[in-house]
């Protein structure tokens, strides 16, 4: 099967979780599986919150942040992925002067 971000309409809006700033995002929700092109602006962050069903990995594709997992600190940069574990919660912040570009990819039940 074949995703196709450029066909799909980007939203912006704020981020979620009682984050900070706005967010930009192109998502493809599937049949237990959801993959989402996610663009935290500078300042933003997706706030802290939790995973009971599914498993939450965040591909860096650009730019720097932290994740915060389960109380422990991870750097964010190209290349790095970060795994929020089912039964995990977690909060991402773009810590950088550019855009924090992940690609997000939740397998589990939708929650």
Known sequence: MRVD?????EMTL???HQGT???SLRAYVGQGE???????HPGG???LHSHPSSDDLHFVLMGTGVAICDG???????GVCHICK?????SIQ????GDLVLLTVEVGPEE
């Not at 089912?86 to 977690?90: E, F």
């Open 5 to 9: 971000f450029n066909q799909m309409q």
């Open 45 to 47: 962050s997706i706030g």
């Open 94 to 97: 773009n810590t950088g002067p």
């Open 14 to 16: 704020p981020c979620p």
């Open 86 to 90: 089912k039964g995990s919660a977690h």
């Open 72 to 78: 422990e600190e991870e750097l964010l940069e190209p």
């Open 34 to 40: 959801k993959l989402v092109s996610c663009t935290i």
């Open 21 to 23: 700033g706005q967010m």
